[in-house]
């Protein structure tokens, strides 16, 4: 059996792709999918990719299998999850996330892997350019300077005011939080903010980053999506409503889990558009050939509840902006 992997892995890594995989037609195509998060969280993306997928006529158990791998939120499993799927040789891996990529990255630089919602593909070495992207990797990209700028300004419309002190909740250890943090100094010093970054490792220090928040009279909150905070959604929008510390988040599930304002790109929408290009994959394109797309559509978000219970009162224009208010 461990020889079997080891040759699987062997191929995978430095047989040409054009040969091996130019198209599945005919046989069950195989699609590994690696998801840093747990099975039951965020269900909603996974079905968009799979209902992506049916619209073009790949049907699950008739003419496709998939190959699935959850880390659960544990980022310390995501390489050797990694590792396993490139090993199991599938036609192509959807990695979602630029944590999941650049893992299955790491194994194989010949099996086709699409991305769906990575931040920066250019900087985490994932492709070389977007139009151009050189290699084993495409699909689509969060990447938006203007999505940072814009959470400050939205913030500050249903607060009422300027904030005073922020801070940016983000992992380290997560290139997509990397990118986020950046583009949120730069945001804040464009408004003339001041801005605390707060590292999150496995997710067990958010009581005491929330505390800290609190005595440091944190009035604004900034919150990255990513494979350590999409774990701890639920957790870190109920802290945030116990500290009362009014925050926006890089996600509309954090919102659905409580919290009380998101302002992102439609993942579900990226999810399905990704179905697209493991369609022309399995039909012979290579993905060195398949430009990286940039999102266009973002969904506004807001938890009326939440702002009640902060004693906000959400502006009647914030209202008719938004694509989803929840109760």
Do not use: C
């Not at 116990?242 to 988040?249: G, S």
């Not at 999810?271 to 290009?277: D, G, L, S, W």
Request: glycine share 8%.
């Amino acid at each position: 059996m461990w020889l079997a992997a080891a040759l699987a892995r062997a191929l995978s890594l430095f047989l040409p792709l054009g040969g091996v995989r130019a198209q599945v037609q005919g046989r069950m195509a195989r699609v590994g999918i690696l998801q840093t998060w747990a099975a039951t969280d965020f269900v909603d993306r996974l079905e968009a990719f799979k209902s992506g997928l049916r619209d073009l006529g790949h049907v699950e158990g008739q003419n496709i299998q998939f190959v699935f791998r959850s880390a659960g939120g544990r980022t310390a499993e995501v390489d050797r999850l990694a590792r396993e799927l490139v090993e199991q040789n599938p036609d192509v891996v959807f990695a979602a996330t630029t944590f999941a990529a650049v893992a299955v990255h790491t194994h194989t630089r010949q099996i086709p892997v699409v991305i769906a919602i990575a931040a920066d593909p250019v900087g985490a070495k994932l492709v070389s350019s977007l139009a151009r992207p050189g290699g084993n990797v495409t699909g689509m990209t969060t990447n938006n300077v203007e999505l940072m700028p814009k959470r400050f300004q939205l913030l500050a419309e249903l607060t009422g005011g300027k904030p005073s002190r922020a801070a940016m909740l983000y992992a380290p250890g997560d290139p997509s939080n990397v990118l986020a943090l950046q583009q949120a100094q730069g945001a804040a010093r464009q408004f003339g903010i001041p801005l605390r970054p707060v590292g999150l490792g496995d997710g067990k220090e958010l009581p005491a980053a929330f505390a800290a928040m609190q005595a440091e009279k944190i009035d604004t909150l900034f919150v990255a999506a990513g494979a350590v905070t999409d774990s701890h959604a639920r957790g870190i929008a109920e802290l945030a409503a116990r500290y009362r510390i009014p925050a926006i988040y890089g996600a509309p599930e954090f919102v659905d889990a409580g919290g009380l304002i998101s302002y992102s790109t439609d993942f579900a929408a990226n999810f399905k558009a990704a179905a697209t290009y493991v369609d022309k994959i399995l039909k012979g394109a290579k993905p060195s050939d398949l430009p990286v797309e940039q999102s266009n559509r973002f969904l506004l978000v807001i938890h009326r509840g939440a702002a009640n219970a902060l004693g906000l009162n959400v502006p009647r224009s914030l209202m008719l902006r938004a694509d989803r208010v929840v109760e």
